[in-house]
Protein backbone atom coordinates (compact mmCIF):
# COMPACT_ATOMS: atom_id res chain seq x y z
CA UNK A 1 0.00 0.00 0.00
CA UNK A 2 1.38 3.18 -0.72
CA UNK A 3 1.63 6.40 0.95
CA UNK A 4 -1.27 8.02 -1.09
CA UNK A 5 -3.70 4.69 -0.33
CA UNK A 6 -3.05 4.76 3.19
CA UNK A 7 -4.22 8.47 3.44
CA UNK A 8 -7.41 7.56 1.29
CA UNK A 9 -7.45 4.31 3.50
CA UNK A 10 -7.65 6.83 6.83
CA UNK A 11 -9.98 9.23 5.07
CA UNK A 12 -12.49 6.42 4.53
CA UNK A 13 -11.94 5.32 7.73
CA UNK A 14 -12.67 8.65 9.94
CA UNK A 15 -15.66 8.78 7.89
CA UNK A 16 -16.81 5.59 9.36
CA UNK A 17 -16.07 6.18 12.94
CA UNK A 18 -18.42 4.78 15.09
CA UNK A 19 -17.57 2.19 18.22
CA UNK A 20 -17.06 -0.88 16.85
CA UNK A 21 -14.92 0.62 14.46
CA UNK A 22 -11.00 -0.14 15.21
CA UNK A 23 -10.21 3.43 14.27
CA UNK A 24 -12.27 4.67 17.71
CA UNK A 25 -10.37 2.66 19.77
CA UNK A 26 -7.16 2.32 17.77
CA UNK A 27 -6.47 6.78 16.85
CA UNK A 28 -9.79 8.57 18.42
CA UNK A 29 -9.71 7.41 22.05
CA UNK A 30 -6.09 7.32 23.06
CA UNK A 31 -5.25 10.77 21.52
CA UNK A 32 -8.11 12.05 23.65
CA UNK A 33 -7.19 10.67 26.65
CA UNK A 34 -3.19 11.38 25.82
CA UNK A 35 -4.63 15.48 24.93
CA UNK A 36 -7.35 15.36 28.08
CA UNK A 37 -3.93 14.14 30.39
CA UNK A 38 -1.48 16.68 28.43
CA UNK A 39 -3.97 19.48 29.22
CA UNK A 40 -4.33 21.79 31.84
CA UNK A 41 -7.46 20.61 34.55
CA UNK A 42 -9.06 23.69 33.98
CA UNK A 43 -9.36 23.27 30.48
CA UNK A 44 -9.93 19.39 30.27
CA UNK A 45 -13.50 19.73 29.64
CA UNK A 46 -13.26 21.91 26.25
CA UNK A 47 -10.75 19.09 25.33
CA UNK A 48 -13.82 16.70 25.81
CA UNK A 49 -15.87 19.32 24.02
CA UNK A 50 -13.66 19.41 21.33
CA UNK A 51 -13.60 15.46 21.00
CA UNK A 52 -17.15 14.96 21.12
CA UNK A 53 -18.31 17.81 18.41
CA UNK A 54 -15.20 16.14 16.12
CA UNK A 55 -16.91 12.66 16.88
CA UNK A 56 -20.27 14.38 16.07
CA UNK A 57 -19.39 16.01 12.64
CA UNK A 58 -17.44 13.07 11.49
CA UNK A 59 -20.61 11.22 11.66
CA UNK A 60 -23.13 13.34 11.70
CA UNK A 61 -21.04 16.19 9.01
CA UNK A 62 -22.93 19.88 9.35
CA UNK A 63 -25.75 18.43 11.44
CA UNK A 64 -23.23 19.49 14.44
CA UNK A 65 -24.92 22.64 14.46
CA UNK A 66 -28.15 21.28 15.18
CA UNK A 67 -27.04 19.99 18.36
CA UNK A 68 -24.88 23.18 19.16
CA UNK A 69 -27.67 25.66 18.38
CA UNK A 70 -29.57 23.17 21.02
CA UNK A 71 -27.14 23.26 23.46
CA UNK A 72 -27.13 27.32 23.18
CA UNK A 73 -30.96 27.42 23.41
CA UNK A 74 -31.37 24.80 26.42
CA UNK A 75 -28.24 26.88 28.30
CA UNK A 76 -30.37 29.85 27.91
CA UNK A 77 -33.92 28.95 28.36
CA UNK A 78 -32.80 27.07 32.15
CA UNK A 79 -31.40 30.56 32.96
CA UNK A 80 -34.34 32.06 32.35
CA UNK A 81 -36.42 29.19 33.56
CA UNK A 82 -34.01 30.21 37.38
CA UNK A 83 -34.51 33.78 36.78
CA UNK A 84 -38.56 33.14 37.21
CA UNK A 85 -37.95 30.95 40.30
CA UNK A 86 -35.73 33.30 42.43
CA UNK A 87 -37.81 36.16 41.56
CA UNK A 88 -39.44 36.89 44.49
CA UNK A 89 -40.99 40.39 43.42
CA UNK A 90 -44.05 38.53 41.73
CA UNK A 91 -46.34 35.74 43.56
CA UNK A 92 -45.75 32.39 44.35
CA UNK A 93 -48.84 30.87 42.25
CA UNK A 94 -48.25 33.38 39.10
CA UNK A 95 -44.19 32.79 39.32
CA UNK A 96 -45.24 29.02 39.09
CA UNK A 97 -47.33 29.39 35.89
CA UNK A 98 -44.81 31.60 34.90
CA UNK A 99 -41.88 28.94 34.64
CA UNK A 100 -44.05 26.49 33.95
CA UNK A 101 -44.96 28.53 30.46
CA UNK A 102 -41.56 28.75 29.95
CA UNK A 103 -40.52 25.66 30.49
CA UNK A 104 -43.19 24.19 27.99
CA UNK A 105 -41.53 26.67 25.65
CA UNK A 106 -38.67 24.67 25.92
CA UNK A 107 -39.82 21.34 25.76
CA UNK A 108 -41.91 21.83 22.74
CA UNK A 109 -39.33 23.72 20.78
CA UNK A 110 -37.30 20.99 21.42
CA UNK A 111 -39.70 18.35 20.39
CA UNK A 112 -40.58 20.13 17.29
CA UNK A 113 -37.14 20.14 16.42
CA UNK A 114 -36.75 15.77 16.99
CA UNK A 115 -40.40 15.78 14.93
CA UNK A 116 -38.80 18.33 12.53
CA UNK A 117 -35.73 15.77 11.84
CA UNK A 118 -37.66 12.77 12.20
CA UNK A 119 -41.48 12.12 11.88
CA UNK A 120 -42.22 14.65 8.96
CA UNK A 121 -42.18 11.80 6.42
CA UNK A 122 -44.37 9.61 8.74
CA UNK A 123 -47.23 12.43 9.64
CA UNK A 124 -46.87 13.25 6.28
CA UNK A 125 -47.66 9.67 4.81
CA UNK A 126 -50.10 8.92 7.15
CA UNK A 127 -52.17 12.21 6.43
CA UNK A 128 -52.35 10.45 2.92
CA UNK A 129 -53.41 7.61 3.64
CA UNK A 130 -56.36 9.42 6.00
CA UNK A 131 -57.26 11.76 3.07
CA UNK A 132 -57.56 8.66 0.79
CA UNK A 133 -60.58 7.36 3.18
CA UNK A 134 -62.15 10.37 2.64
CA UNK A 135 -62.04 10.09 -0.55
CA UNK A 136 -59.99 13.30 -1.04
CA UNK A 137 -56.28 11.99 -1.28
CA UNK A 138 -53.49 14.60 -0.97
CA UNK A 139 -49.77 14.40 -1.79
CA UNK A 140 -46.57 14.45 0.27
CA UNK A 141 -43.54 14.54 -1.08
CA UNK A 142 -40.75 12.19 0.50
CA UNK A 143 -38.11 14.68 2.23
CA UNK A 144 -35.82 11.98 3.45
CA UNK A 145 -34.52 14.26 5.89
CA UNK A 146 -30.86 12.79 8.05
CA UNK A 147 -31.74 13.69 11.78
CA UNK A 148 -28.32 14.76 13.66
CA UNK A 149 -26.75 12.04 15.32
CA UNK A 150 -27.95 11.08 18.75
CA UNK A 151 -30.82 13.42 18.46
CA UNK A 152 -33.94 11.35 20.05
CA UNK A 153 -31.15 10.93 22.96
CA UNK A 154 -30.14 14.13 23.71
CA UNK A 155 -33.53 15.78 23.25
CA UNK A 156 -34.86 13.35 26.27
CA UNK A 157 -31.53 14.96 28.27
CA UNK A 158 -32.35 18.54 27.29
CA UNK A 159 -35.83 17.83 27.95
CA UNK A 160 -34.81 16.83 31.45
CA UNK A 161 -32.55 19.57 32.52
CA UNK A 162 -34.50 21.85 31.68
CA UNK A 163 -37.43 20.08 33.94
CA UNK A 164 -34.78 19.35 36.81
CA UNK A 165 -33.71 23.19 36.98
CA UNK A 166 -38.01 24.44 37.18
CA UNK A 167 -38.50 21.93 39.50
CA UNK A 168 -35.62 23.28 41.30
CA UNK A 169 -33.14 19.94 41.89
CA UNK A 170 -30.53 21.08 40.15
CA UNK A 171 -28.97 24.81 39.19
CA UNK A 172 -29.38 25.99 35.44
CA UNK A 173 -25.51 26.24 34.22
CA UNK A 174 -24.23 29.61 33.72
CA UNK A 175 -21.39 27.83 31.60
CA UNK A 176 -22.73 27.12 27.97
CA UNK A 177 -19.42 24.54 27.24
CA UNK A 178 -20.70 22.35 30.63
CA UNK A 179 -24.16 22.59 28.88
CA UNK A 180 -22.93 21.61 25.42
CA UNK A 181 -20.84 19.10 26.60
CA UNK A 182 -23.69 17.35 28.44
CA UNK A 183 -25.30 17.30 25.52
CA UNK A 184 -22.77 16.12 23.19
CA UNK A 185 -20.38 13.90 25.46
CA UNK A 186 -18.95 11.41 22.35
CA UNK A 187 -19.04 8.56 24.22
CA UNK A 188 -23.05 8.86 25.04
CA UNK A 189 -24.35 10.92 22.14
CA UNK A 190 -24.66 7.76 19.75
CA UNK A 191 -26.76 5.50 22.07
CA UNK A 192 -27.26 6.98 25.02
CA UNK A 193 -27.36 5.98 28.49
CA UNK A 194 -29.89 8.69 28.44
CA UNK A 195 -28.10 10.45 32.09
CA UNK A 196 -28.71 13.47 34.52
CA UNK A 197 -27.48 16.44 34.58
CA UNK A 198 -27.14 16.02 37.90
CA UNK A 199 -25.73 12.68 37.70
CA UNK A 200 -22.80 13.47 35.12
CA UNK A 201 -22.33 17.21 35.98
CA UNK A 202 -19.70 17.07 38.66
CA UNK A 203 -17.32 14.43 37.32
CA UNK A 204 -17.78 15.36 33.70
CA UNK A 205 -16.85 19.10 33.95
CA UNK A 206 -14.41 18.71 36.90
CA UNK A 207 -11.39 17.95 34.40
CA UNK A 208 -9.95 15.55 36.76
CA UNK A 209 -6.59 13.56 35.89
CA UNK A 210 -6.70 10.16 34.48
CA UNK A 211 -6.28 7.41 37.13
CA UNK A 212 -4.96 4.19 36.70
CA UNK A 213 -7.49 2.04 38.34
CA UNK A 214 -9.74 4.02 35.80
CA UNK A 215 -8.06 3.80 32.82
CA UNK A 216 -7.71 -0.08 33.44
CA UNK A 217 -11.49 -0.83 34.56
CA UNK A 218 -12.71 1.09 31.74
CA UNK A 219 -10.59 -0.82 28.99
CA UNK A 220 -11.62 -3.84 30.84
CA UNK A 221 -15.35 -3.01 30.39
CA UNK A 222 -14.75 -1.58 26.50
CA UNK A 223 -13.19 -5.16 26.18
CA UNK A 224 -16.41 -7.26 27.57
CA UNK A 225 -18.56 -4.60 25.20
CA UNK A 226 -16.64 -5.45 22.03
CA UNK A 227 -16.80 -8.91 22.97
CA UNK A 228 -20.48 -9.21 23.16
CA UNK A 229 -20.91 -7.04 20.03
CA UNK A 230 -18.06 -8.14 17.40
CA UNK A 231 -18.12 -12.09 18.75
CA UNK A 232 -21.68 -12.18 19.32
CA UNK A 233 -24.14 -9.70 17.60
CA UNK A 234 -22.04 -9.03 14.59
CA UNK A 235 -21.82 -12.64 14.01
CA UNK A 236 -25.17 -12.95 13.93
CA UNK A 237 -26.29 -10.37 11.84
CA UNK A 238 -26.11 -11.89 8.67
CA UNK A 239 -28.86 -14.00 9.57
CA UNK A 240 -31.62 -11.57 10.55
CA UNK A 241 -32.54 -10.41 6.92
CA UNK A 242 -32.82 -14.11 5.91
CA UNK A 243 -34.94 -14.84 9.08
CA UNK A 244 -37.06 -11.73 8.45
CA UNK A 245 -37.22 -10.74 4.99
CA UNK A 246 -38.18 -14.31 3.47
CA UNK A 247 -41.61 -15.99 3.91
CA UNK A 248 -43.73 -15.14 7.02
CA UNK A 249 -45.49 -18.55 6.87
CA UNK A 250 -43.61 -20.84 8.85
CA UNK A 251 -43.66 -21.04 12.21
CA UNK A 252 -40.45 -22.25 13.40
CA UNK A 253 -38.63 -19.65 11.03
CA UNK A 254 -40.49 -16.84 12.84
CA UNK A 255 -39.79 -18.44 16.24
CA UNK A 256 -36.04 -18.63 15.92
CA UNK A 257 -35.91 -15.41 14.28
CA UNK A 258 -37.44 -14.02 17.44
CA UNK A 259 -35.31 -15.50 18.98
CA UNK A 260 -32.02 -14.83 17.21
CA UNK A 261 -33.27 -11.03 16.45
CA UNK A 262 -33.40 -10.27 20.62
CA UNK A 263 -29.89 -12.13 21.60
CA UNK A 264 -28.15 -9.27 18.35
CA UNK A 265 -30.47 -6.48 19.75
CA UNK A 266 -29.87 -7.57 23.73
CA UNK A 267 -25.83 -8.04 22.73
CA UNK A 268 -25.63 -5.06 20.33
CA UNK A 269 -27.07 -2.97 22.60
CA UNK A 270 -25.66 -3.62 25.81
CA UNK A 271 -22.25 -4.14 24.66
CA UNK A 272 -22.20 -0.88 23.09
CA UNK A 273 -23.31 0.66 26.77
CA UNK A 274 -20.52 -1.38 27.82
CA UNK A 275 -18.29 0.16 25.23
CA UNK A 276 -19.77 3.88 25.98
CA UNK A 277 -19.56 3.34 30.19
CA UNK A 278 -15.97 1.75 29.71
CA UNK A 279 -14.92 5.21 27.91
CA UNK A 280 -16.31 7.49 30.18
CA UNK A 281 -14.94 5.53 33.11
CA UNK A 282 -11.56 6.20 31.65
CA UNK A 283 -11.97 9.83 32.38
CA UNK A 284 -13.15 9.31 35.79
CA UNK A 285 -16.64 9.62 34.76
CA UNK A 286 -19.05 6.32 36.21
CA UNK A 287 -22.47 6.50 34.31
CA UNK A 288 -25.83 5.20 35.09
CA UNK A 289 -25.98 1.52 33.78
CA UNK A 290 -28.61 0.87 31.24
CA UNK A 291 -28.57 -2.86 31.74
CA UNK A 292 -29.10 -5.58 34.91
CA UNK A 293 -29.55 -8.96 33.32
CA UNK A 294 -32.89 -7.97 31.85
CA UNK A 295 -33.48 -12.26 30.96
CA UNK A 296 -34.22 -12.90 34.64
CA UNK A 297 -37.03 -9.97 35.46
CA UNK A 298 -39.47 -11.68 36.98
CA UNK A 299 -41.84 -9.97 35.07
CA UNK A 300 -42.69 -7.38 31.93
CA UNK A 301 -42.69 -4.46 34.30
CA UNK A 302 -39.19 -5.48 36.16
CA UNK A 303 -37.91 -6.16 32.83
CA UNK A 304 -38.31 -2.36 31.83
CA UNK A 305 -36.60 -1.75 34.95
CA UNK A 306 -33.49 -4.01 33.65
CA UNK A 307 -33.41 -3.21 30.11
CA UNK A 308 -32.75 0.35 28.88
CA UNK A 309 -33.36 1.35 32.39
CA UNK A 310 -32.20 5.43 31.86
CA UNK A 311 -35.21 5.45 28.72
CA UNK A 312 -37.76 3.83 31.69
CA UNK A 313 -36.80 5.91 34.37
CA UNK A 314 -37.38 9.08 31.73
CA UNK A 315 -40.42 8.45 31.26
CA UNK A 316 -41.31 7.89 34.39
CA UNK A 317 -40.14 10.82 35.77
CA UNK A 318 -41.25 13.01 33.00
CA UNK A 319 -44.10 11.25 32.11
CA UNK A 320 -45.94 8.77 34.61
CA UNK A 321 -45.60 10.84 37.77
CA UNK A 322 -46.24 13.92 36.53
CA UNK A 323 -49.30 12.54 34.33
CA UNK A 324 -50.44 10.48 37.13
CA UNK A 325 -50.60 13.50 40.06
CA UNK A 326 -51.65 15.56 37.73
CA UNK A 327 -54.79 17.59 39.13
CA UNK A 328 -57.67 16.60 35.86
CA UNK A 329 -56.23 13.05 36.54
CA UNK A 330 -56.46 13.02 40.17
CA UNK A 331 -59.91 14.56 39.97
CA UNK A 332 -61.46 11.97 37.73
CA UNK A 333 -59.72 8.97 39.55
CA UNK A 334 -62.20 10.53 42.89
CA UNK A 335 -65.07 10.10 40.56
CA UNK A 336 -64.02 6.44 39.11
CA UNK A 337 -63.66 6.20 42.91
CA UNK A 338 -67.11 6.88 44.12
CA UNK A 339 -68.43 5.15 41.53
CA UNK A 340 -66.46 1.58 41.17
CA UNK A 341 -64.95 1.78 44.52
CA UNK A 342 -61.18 1.61 44.89
CA UNK A 343 -60.53 -1.20 43.60
CA UNK A 344 -60.68 0.54 39.81
CA UNK A 345 -59.56 3.74 41.20
CA UNK A 346 -56.40 1.95 42.15
CA UNK A 347 -55.63 1.51 38.42
CA UNK A 348 -56.93 4.29 36.91
CA UNK A 349 -54.50 7.11 37.33
CA UNK A 350 -51.30 4.89 36.72
CA UNK A 351 -53.36 3.05 33.63
CA UNK A 352 -53.51 6.42 32.04
CA UNK A 353 -50.38 7.60 32.47
CA UNK A 354 -48.71 4.51 31.97
CA UNK A 355 -50.54 4.04 28.82
CA UNK A 356 -48.92 7.66 27.54
CA UNK A 357 -45.44 6.24 28.76
CA UNK A 358 -45.58 3.01 26.49
CA UNK A 359 -47.45 5.20 23.40
CA UNK A 360 -43.86 7.93 23.71
CA UNK A 361 -41.85 4.88 24.46
CA UNK A 362 -42.69 3.39 20.59
CA UNK A 363 -42.88 6.63 18.88
CA UNK A 364 -39.72 7.43 20.60
CA UNK A 365 -38.24 4.35 18.66
CA UNK A 366 -38.94 5.88 15.86
CA UNK A 367 -41.47 6.62 12.90
CA UNK A 368 -42.91 3.31 12.52
CA UNK A 369 -46.45 1.43 13.06
CA UNK A 370 -43.97 -1.90 14.17
CA UNK A 371 -42.41 0.62 17.23
CA UNK A 372 -45.68 1.86 18.46
CA UNK A 373 -47.46 -1.28 18.67
CA UNK A 374 -44.33 -2.40 19.93
CA UNK A 375 -45.11 -0.06 22.74
CA UNK A 376 -48.51 -0.83 23.11
CA UNK A 377 -48.05 -4.29 23.21
CA UNK A 378 -45.42 -3.69 26.69
CA UNK A 379 -48.97 -1.29 27.79
CA UNK A 380 -51.20 -4.11 27.86
CA UNK A 381 -48.91 -7.05 29.25
CA UNK A 382 -47.75 -4.49 31.94
CA UNK A 383 -51.53 -3.64 32.73
CA UNK A 384 -52.28 -7.22 32.56
CA UNK A 385 -49.51 -8.57 35.09
CA UNK A 386 -50.71 -5.28 37.64
CA UNK A 387 -54.41 -6.69 37.66
CA UNK A 388 -53.59 -10.50 37.63
CA UNK A 389 -50.20 -10.31 40.53
CA UNK A 390 -52.47 -10.02 43.30
CA UNK A 391 -55.09 -13.11 41.85
CA UNK A 392 -52.16 -14.71 40.95
CA UNK A 393 -50.31 -14.74 44.69
CA UNK A 394 -53.57 -15.88 46.11
CA UNK A 395 -53.58 -18.80 43.96
CA UNK A 396 -49.88 -19.59 44.69
CA UNK A 397 -50.96 -19.57 48.69
CA UNK A 398 -53.89 -21.24 47.74
CA UNK A 399 -51.77 -24.51 46.40
CA UNK A 400 -49.00 -23.70 48.88
CA UNK A 401 -46.40 -22.48 46.37
CA UNK A 402 -44.14 -19.91 47.76
CA UNK A 403 -43.35 -16.78 45.57
CA UNK A 404 -39.45 -17.32 45.19
CA UNK A 405 -39.85 -21.67 44.57
CA UNK A 406 -38.23 -23.07 41.44
CA UNK A 407 -41.18 -23.50 39.89
CA UNK A 408 -42.96 -19.92 40.18
CA UNK A 409 -39.62 -18.80 39.05
CA UNK A 410 -38.83 -21.43 35.94
CA UNK A 411 -42.74 -19.88 35.09
CA UNK A 412 -42.21 -16.36 35.26
CA UNK A 413 -39.26 -17.08 33.66
CA UNK A 414 -40.37 -18.64 30.61
CA UNK A 415 -43.80 -16.73 30.13
CA UNK A 416 -41.20 -13.04 30.20
CA UNK A 417 -38.81 -14.94 27.63
CA UNK A 418 -42.18 -15.16 25.11
CA UNK A 419 -43.28 -11.65 25.76
CA UNK A 420 -39.63 -10.42 25.38
CA UNK A 421 -39.24 -12.56 22.24
CA UNK A 422 -42.00 -11.93 20.63
CA UNK A 423 -42.07 -8.38 21.12
CA UNK A 424 -38.84 -7.89 19.59
CA UNK A 425 -40.16 -10.18 16.78
CA UNK A 426 -42.44 -7.10 16.03
CA UNK A 427 -40.39 -4.69 16.89
CA UNK A 428 -38.01 -6.10 13.83
CA UNK A 429 -40.56 -7.37 11.43
CA UNK A 430 -40.38 -5.55 7.98
CA UNK A 431 -44.17 -3.91 8.49
CA UNK A 432 -47.05 -4.72 11.05
CA UNK A 433 -48.59 -7.03 8.13
CA UNK A 434 -45.47 -9.28 8.13
CA UNK A 435 -45.54 -9.27 11.92
CA UNK A 436 -49.17 -10.55 12.46
CA UNK A 437 -48.00 -13.12 9.69
CA UNK A 438 -45.46 -14.19 11.54
CA UNK A 439 -47.06 -14.47 15.02
CA UNK A 440 -50.16 -16.62 13.57
CA UNK A 441 -47.69 -18.86 11.52
CA UNK A 442 -46.43 -19.88 15.48
CA UNK A 443 -49.87 -20.81 16.14
CA UNK A 444 -51.16 -23.03 12.63
CA UNK A 445 -47.41 -23.74 11.08
CA UNK A 446 -45.43 -24.31 13.93
CA UNK A 447 -42.16 -26.69 11.92
CA UNK A 448 -38.78 -26.90 12.64
CA UNK A 449 -37.84 -29.09 9.26
CA UNK A 450 -37.92 -25.59 6.94
CA UNK A 451 -35.81 -24.23 9.32
CA UNK A 452 -33.01 -27.19 9.59
CA UNK A 453 -32.97 -27.59 6.27
CA UNK A 454 -32.06 -24.13 5.80
CA UNK A 455 -29.52 -23.14 8.28
CA UNK A 456 -26.73 -23.39 5.90
CA UNK A 457 -28.85 -20.47 3.92
CA UNK A 458 -28.26 -17.98 6.85
CA UNK A 459 -25.40 -16.40 5.91
CA UNK A 460 -23.43 -17.39 8.90
CA UNK A 461 -20.85 -20.46 8.51
CA UNK A 462 -20.43 -23.30 11.07
CA UNK A 463 -17.54 -21.08 13.07
CA UNK A 464 -19.77 -18.16 13.14
CA UNK A 465 -22.23 -20.27 14.84
CA UNK A 466 -19.38 -21.41 17.14
CA UNK A 467 -18.32 -18.16 18.03
CA UNK A 468 -22.52 -17.07 18.58
CA UNK A 469 -23.37 -19.42 21.15
CA UNK A 470 -19.94 -20.03 22.65
CA UNK A 471 -19.87 -16.31 23.42
CA UNK A 472 -24.28 -16.82 24.51
CA UNK A 473 -23.07 -19.64 26.81
CA UNK A 474 -20.29 -16.94 28.40
CA UNK A 475 -22.77 -13.58 28.67
CA UNK A 476 -25.48 -16.09 30.51
CA UNK A 477 -22.77 -17.59 32.70
CA UNK A 478 -21.50 -13.62 33.68
CA UNK A 479 -24.89 -12.76 34.44
CA UNK A 480 -25.69 -15.59 36.69
CA UNK A 481 -22.80 -13.97 38.51
CA UNK A 482 -23.69 -10.75 38.67
CA UNK A 483 -27.53 -11.69 39.59
CA UNK A 484 -25.94 -13.96 42.23
CA UNK A 485 -23.55 -11.04 43.33
CA UNK A 486 -20.45 -12.98 42.81
CA UNK A 487 -17.73 -11.00 42.98
CA UNK A 488 -16.25 -11.32 39.31
CA UNK A 489 -14.00 -8.28 39.22
CA UNK A 490 -12.57 -8.79 42.53
CA UNK A 491 -11.96 -12.78 41.96
CA UNK A 492 -9.89 -11.44 38.75
CA UNK A 493 -8.13 -8.36 40.66
CA UNK A 494 -7.24 -11.12 43.35
CA UNK A 495 -5.72 -13.21 40.77
CA UNK A 496 -1.42 -13.23 40.29
CA UNK A 497 -0.43 -10.35 38.19
CA UNK A 498 1.02 -12.93 35.42
CA UNK A 499 -2.27 -14.63 35.28
CA UNK A 500 -4.33 -11.77 35.47
CA UNK A 501 -2.44 -10.68 32.21
CA UNK A 502 -2.59 -13.84 30.47
CA UNK A 503 -6.76 -13.78 31.26
CA UNK A 504 -6.78 -10.17 29.04
CA UNK A 505 -4.68 -11.42 26.52
CA UNK A 506 -6.77 -14.16 25.75
CA UNK A 507 -10.00 -11.68 25.90
CA UNK A 508 -8.42 -9.49 23.33
CA UNK A 509 -7.31 -12.75 21.35
CA UNK A 510 -10.73 -14.07 21.40
CA UNK A 511 -12.13 -10.94 20.20
CA UNK A 512 -9.45 -10.42 17.07
CA UNK A 513 -10.08 -14.73 15.84
CA UNK A 514 -13.85 -14.68 16.45
CA UNK A 515 -14.91 -11.11 16.05
CA UNK A 516 -16.90 -10.49 12.79
CA UNK A 517 -14.55 -8.34 10.80
CA UNK A 518 -11.50 -8.12 8.04
CA UNK A 519 -11.27 -7.53 4.75
CA UNK A 520 -14.42 -7.00 3.13
CA UNK A 521 -16.12 -7.07 6.32
CA UNK A 522 -17.49 -4.01 7.47
CA UNK A 523 -18.45 -3.23 11.36
CA UNK A 524 -22.53 -3.60 11.65
CA UNK A 525 -24.42 -0.67 12.10
CA UNK A 526 -25.16 -0.01 16.06
CA UNK A 527 -29.10 -0.87 16.24
CA UNK A 528 -30.02 1.71 18.73
CA UNK A 529 -28.07 4.50 16.75
CA UNK A 530 -30.80 4.38 14.48
CA UNK A 531 -33.64 5.68 17.29
CA UNK B 1 -48.39 10.65 62.11
CA UNK B 2 -45.99 7.81 62.01
CA UNK B 3 -48.79 5.35 62.96
CA UNK B 4 -50.80 7.36 60.29
CA UNK B 5 -48.44 6.65 57.60
CA UNK B 6 -47.69 3.49 58.42
CA UNK B 7 -51.31 2.92 58.37
CA UNK B 8 -51.32 4.34 54.65
CA UNK B 9 -48.56 2.64 53.51
CA UNK B 10 -49.73 -1.04 54.87
CA UNK B 11 -53.44 0.12 53.54
CA UNK B 12 -51.66 0.06 49.81
CA UNK B 13 -49.34 -2.75 50.22
CA UNK B 14 -49.94 -5.23 53.38
CA UNK B 15 -47.02 -7.18 52.12
CA UNK B 16 -44.36 -4.97 52.82
CA UNK B 17 -43.27 -4.71 56.85
CA UNK B 18 -42.51 -0.96 56.57
CA UNK B 19 -41.46 -0.40 60.16
CA UNK B 20 -38.11 -2.11 58.85
CA UNK B 21 -37.39 -1.48 55.26
CA UNK B 22 -35.18 1.46 54.62
CA UNK B 23 -35.18 0.76 50.42
CA UNK B 24 -38.44 1.14 49.37
CA UNK B 25 -37.93 2.59 46.30
CA UNK B 26 -34.40 2.02 45.19
CA UNK B 27 -35.10 -1.54 46.72
CA UNK B 28 -37.21 -2.23 44.19
CA UNK B 29 -39.94 -2.90 46.92
CA UNK B 30 -42.77 -0.29 46.12
CA UNK B 31 -43.38 -0.21 42.43
CA UNK B 32 -44.48 2.82 40.44
CA UNK B 33 -48.54 1.90 40.73
CA UNK B 34 -48.15 1.86 44.76
CA UNK B 35 -46.28 5.34 44.89
CA UNK B 36 -49.17 6.93 43.03
CA UNK B 37 -51.97 5.22 45.55
CA UNK B 38 -49.27 6.38 48.24
CA UNK B 39 -49.35 9.68 47.79
CA UNK B 40 -52.89 10.72 46.45
CA UNK B 41 -53.83 9.28 50.17
CA UNK B 42 -51.09 11.16 51.83
CA UNK B 43 -52.25 14.28 50.09
CA UNK B 44 -55.89 13.75 51.21
CA UNK B 45 -54.88 12.71 55.02
CA UNK B 46 -52.26 15.52 55.73
CA UNK B 47 -53.83 18.34 53.15
CA UNK B 48 -50.57 18.69 51.19
CA UNK B 49 -49.69 18.53 47.67
CA UNK B 50 -46.92 16.11 46.69
CA UNK B 51 -45.68 17.10 43.12
CA UNK B 52 -43.57 15.02 40.75
CA UNK B 53 -40.50 16.61 42.04
CA UNK B 54 -40.55 15.13 45.23
CA UNK B 55 -41.00 11.79 44.08
CA UNK B 56 -37.52 10.54 44.24
CA UNK B 57 -36.16 7.37 46.07
CA UNK B 58 -34.56 9.33 49.24
CA UNK B 59 -38.41 11.13 49.91
CA UNK B 60 -39.91 7.73 50.31
CA UNK B 61 -37.21 4.82 51.00
CA UNK B 62 -38.44 4.95 54.57
CA UNK B 63 -41.44 5.88 56.65
CA UNK B 64 -38.91 8.16 58.28
CA UNK B 65 -38.29 9.89 54.83
CA UNK B 66 -42.12 9.98 54.07
CA UNK B 67 -42.42 11.48 57.44
CA UNK B 68 -39.94 14.08 56.56
CA UNK B 69 -41.37 15.11 53.34
CA UNK B 70 -45.07 15.10 54.80
CA UNK B 71 -43.80 17.52 57.59
CA UNK B 72 -41.47 20.01 55.28
CA UNK B 73 -45.09 20.06 52.97
CA UNK B 74 -46.64 20.79 55.74
CA UNK B 75 -44.90 23.71 56.81
CA UNK B 76 -45.12 24.77 53.20
CA UNK B 77 -48.60 25.70 53.57
Redesign the interface.
Known amino acids: MNTGEFINDLILWWGDLSYSVWMYFALFLPVTVIVYQLTASRHRKLVLLGASWIFFASLSGWLLIVNIAESVFVWKMALEIEKISKDKSIKRKERAAKRNKTLAVGIVSLLLVLVGFKYLDFLGLNMVRISELFGHPLNWKLLNLLAPLGISYYTLMAISYLTDVA???IEADKSLVNVALYLSFFPKIVEGPITRYGEDSKALFAGNPIKYTDLTQGYQRIAWGLFKKIVIADQLAPSIPALFEGNYTDGGVALYGAFAFTIQEYMDFSGSIDIVIGSARIFGIRMAENFTQPFFAKNA??FW?RWHITLGSFF??YI???V??AKPV?RF?KKVKNIAGQGVA??T??TI?LFLVWLSNGIWHGPRWTYIFYGMYYFVFIFIE?ILEEPFLAFLRKIHLREDSAAVRVFRFIKLFFIIIIGEMFFRAQTMEAGIEMFKSIFTNLRFDMLLANIGNLNMDFYAFVSVYAGLAVVIAVSIMKETHFPIRAKLESLPIPVRFAFWYVCIFVIIIFGAYGTGYSSEDLIYAQF | MRDRIIEILSGVRADVDFEKETELVSGNILESFDIVDIVAELDDEFDIEIGPKELKAENFDSVEAIEALVERLMGDE
Open positions: REDSDHRDFYPSLMTHFAPAN
